[in-house]
Structures are given as C-alpha cells and as structure tokens.
C-alpha cells in the first residue's frame, strides 16, 4: 500500500521568512496530493491540493510542487504570520483506493513574531 | 452552506462498552469516510461508504463497524473498547464524480476516552 514520509516533524521559523515542507510517497498511482492544516482541537482544515496532472499550484502566500518521477511534494508558505502556526499534514491518494488518503505523519510549524 | 458536522464532540467510555459516533456530510457530498487520529500522529483511514456500502476499509478490526443512511450521513460503531481506541475521530465527506473524484473536507471529529 501507500505510504507517505513528511519532513521535517518541527519547523521553527521567524515571522516572515519562509517554510517549506517536504513528503515522499511510495505508490507510483498516486494521483491527488492534498495538504491540511490543523489547530489545536480542530479538524484538518484543507489549504490546497494538486493532481498529478499539474506540477505546480500557487494560491496567494502557498504553493505546491510535485515531481512524480522522484515521487515528491512540497508545500511552500511565503511570507510567514503567526497564524501560519499549526500542524500541517500531507497526503497521497489514488483513483483506485476511492480516495482513500494516506497521510505524512506531520509538521508543527511555529512561526515567532 | 454547512460544513461536516459530528456528534457528540467528546465522549468518555470504560473498557468493554460499545461507542457510536454520527458524522453529517457537507451538502452536496454523497460520500462519507472515517478516520482515526491518535494524539500526536496524521488520521489514519478506517473505511469510506459510498451508496450506502462500505468501498474501502484500512488496517482496523471488526469491532470497528459503519453504516451509510440513504441522507448520506454516517455513524461509526466501535465494539469492545480497548484503550487504546482513545483518539480523534474524524469523519471526511466529499462529492464522488469522475474518475479524481472531489475533495475531501473533514469534520471537527469526536474525541473518544476510553478509561
């Protein structure tokens, strides 16, 4: 089955600067990779995703690139605010697993004023 | 427009009782799936329902069980519990189209405590 490595498990950043996050995942049908973000108590909260079709997504302050031949994405903050601090979580899914999502292990990201 | 919701928010059970949690899908969403989240680590998939059957199951026990209403919102059973089953249950909804199918949006899940 999938299984997904996330790096690095904390990222300690100043307000700011910028974070990057990096997974890895094993199953060559894997085709949608979304990522998450959640606070403390909450559910995860989706911030942006990208099809295998696609190499690289930007949505304002994040962006997401994928290289399906070594099988890796990453998630890309700019410009860092203090509410950017949350565990954020990767994930891999296929068309034949019904979506299933197998997710990275996470990392908690502070961001220091 | 409302989101996924889930019942109750918090829950404390003994050894041995049976659990069940309620997950109501985001309007639109025909498809319900059930995760669980251990403190500390990513939501790991316990089964998805689609038309009312179960699709897909990950690595859980039997105890673990489910069920899809014609509405499209779900519950999850959980027999005999364990102490280690205390965790965050989450509940994903998403809309089941094409061949890539459609988001995933997640609840703000149940916190079960198994004592």
């Known amino acids: 089955g999938e299984n997904v490595e996330q790096h690095p498990s904390t990222l300690s950043v100043q307000e700011g600067d910028s974070a990057v996050i990096k997974c890895t995942y094993s199953d060559s049908a894997s085709n949608y990779f979304p990522w998450y973000k959640q606070e403390l108590g909450k559910g995860p909260q989706l911030i942006i995703d990208?099809?295998?079709?696609?190499g690289e997504k930007k949505d304002q302050r994040i962006a997401v690139t994928l290289n399906k031949t070594a099988k890796h994405f990453s998630l890309h903050i700019t410009e860092t605010q203090p509410e950017d601090s949350a565990v954020y979580f990767c994930?891999?899914?296929?068309?034949?697993?019904?979506?299933?999502?197998?997710f990275g292990a996470g990392t908690q990201v502070v961001v220091t004023p | 427009d409302a989101g996924v919701t889930q019942s109750p928010t918090h829950l404390i059970k003994t050894r041995g009782q049976q659990v069940t949690l309620r997950c109501s899908p985001k309007s639109g969403h025909d498809t319900v799936s059930w995760y669980q989240q251990a403190l500390g680590q990513g939501p790991q998939f316990i089964f998805q329902y689609y038309e009312e059957e179960e699709r897909q199951r990950g690595n859980f026990p039997d105890r673990f069980s489910g069920h899809q209403f014609p509405n499209y919102s779900s519950e999850l059973n959980v027999n005999a519990l364990l102490l280690g089953d205390s965790a965050l249950y989450l509940c994903a909804s998403r809309r089941t189209t094409g061949t890539l199918g459609e988001t995933q949006y997640f609840g703000p899940g149940t916190r079960l405590l198994v004592l």
């Open positions: 990208i099809r295998s079709n696609v």
């Open positions: 994930a891999a899914s296929s068309t034949d697993s019904w979506g299933k999502l197998q």
